[in-house]
């Protein structure tokens, strides 16, 4: 791109910014956010802390480091970890937030002791292929999924693996396990969902193929819906309980989704692979707006949401891990007696010289006209 567009583009944004804090009361909302965290490499992951105002961020050289973060304070670098030798690709705490497990391309499996930085226990060859995915399944239970589609559950304890299955030929992305720990939902490149019972070692249901890949999952609705992100840039919608096939779906745009985070029960944020990050309506579906961006054109690849639920971490290509304030998000709804544009408006995007300027559109247009139920005023179970 010319400099010459490039300048364009930052002064059309910087208008649309202008426009949108005439309509919407923004102030503060800049500063409310800690300052970004830089790196020297590609950061692949993060993960806040559940409690405190901790990140723990996993770079592609496998590097992991803690940060304490603030809106008033310099963050502060507590921890470095060096066990993996390859990517670092999940992060996840423990519920007390006394432990942090991470898995690496390397096919290894750790466990740190977040207060002392100690290992606490390591799996070196806990797969025959690259980990993809990690889930918590309990205080000592793990479950990974790997690039050639086999899941296994570990039991920290002793280092071994109680269940192991292969239901997917492709690679697990993402997993999510329901409330009682009994059932882990397994999303897959291959483009299906598949419930894995943990108690009865068996796989309970996969769903039908999709067109296209299926790549990051979270609960909504009070965990009566499953939104699951996927590689065409629509939200496939599954009602808890019935994964043959999807109940909803909701095209998001043209970019794969490949991270979510929820907000409230009806809103969530998106990342997509042009560096954007979007709030999103669920159930009635909109496309809230546009709540940040990362320099470049590529994925995010990861979202979190801090332990005091005011902003949400985000990770790119571009060495970097950002915050966004997201309170406004909380208090925002769809009027329901408007039906989704077919051709909506163009987003308000974010501006690069405000790199913290929140909901640069927080405004009820579709990115497209969704599929399905996408437009009801109830968010019912019926399929």
Known sequence: ????????????????????????????????????????????????????????????????????????????????????????????????????????????????????GKLKKKIKKAHESPIYSMV??????????????????????????TMEMKECDDFISDMVVEDNKKIILAASGEG???????????????????????????????????????GEGVLNVFNWGQWGNISDRFPCGDTQVDSLVPITDDVLCIGTNDGFIKAVHVLPNRVLGIVG????????????????????????????????????????TVDTSKKAVKKAKTLVKFSKAKKNDFFSGLVETNAEQNDGNSDEDSDDDSD
Not at 204 to 217: G, V
């Open 192 to 230: 299906t969902l598949t419930a894995f019972n943990i108690r009865r070692k068996r796989m309970d249901c996969q769903s039908e193929l999709f067109d296209s890949e299926l790549l990051c999952l979270t609960k909504m609705k009070g965990g009566r819906k499953l939104v699951c992100g996927t």
């Open 293 to 332: 961006q990362h320099e470049g054109d590529f994925p995010v690849e990861s979202l979190c949401m801090t332990a005091d639920n005011m902003c949400i971490a985000s990770c790119s290509h571009d060495q970097r891990v950002k915050f966004w304030n997201i309170e406004e998000l909380k208090s925002q």
């Open 136 to 161: 918590l399944t309990g205080d000592t239970f793990v479950a990974t999924g790997d690039d050639e589609g086999v899941l296994k559950v570990w039991d920290m304890r002793t280092k071994n693996a």
């Open 1 to 116: 791109m010319s400099e010459i567009t490039e300048e364009k583009r930052l002064r059309q944004n910087k208008e649309r910014i202008w426009r949108f804090q005439k309509n919407f009361n923004t102030t503060g909302l800049v500063n409310d956010c800690p300052k970004d965290l830089q790196f020297d490499d590609l950061v692949t992951t993060i993960q806040c802390h559940p409690i405190e105002n901790i990140i723990a961020c996993g770079n592609i050289g496998g590097d992991i480091f803690l940060h304490s973060f603030s809106n008033t304070e310099d963050n502060k670098e507590l921890h470095k970890f060096i066990h993996h030798k390859k990517a670092c690709r999940v992060l996840r705490f423990s519920e007390d937030g006394r432990r942090l497990f991470s898995v690496s391309k390397d096919r290894s499996l750790y466990c740190v002791d977040v207060e002392t």
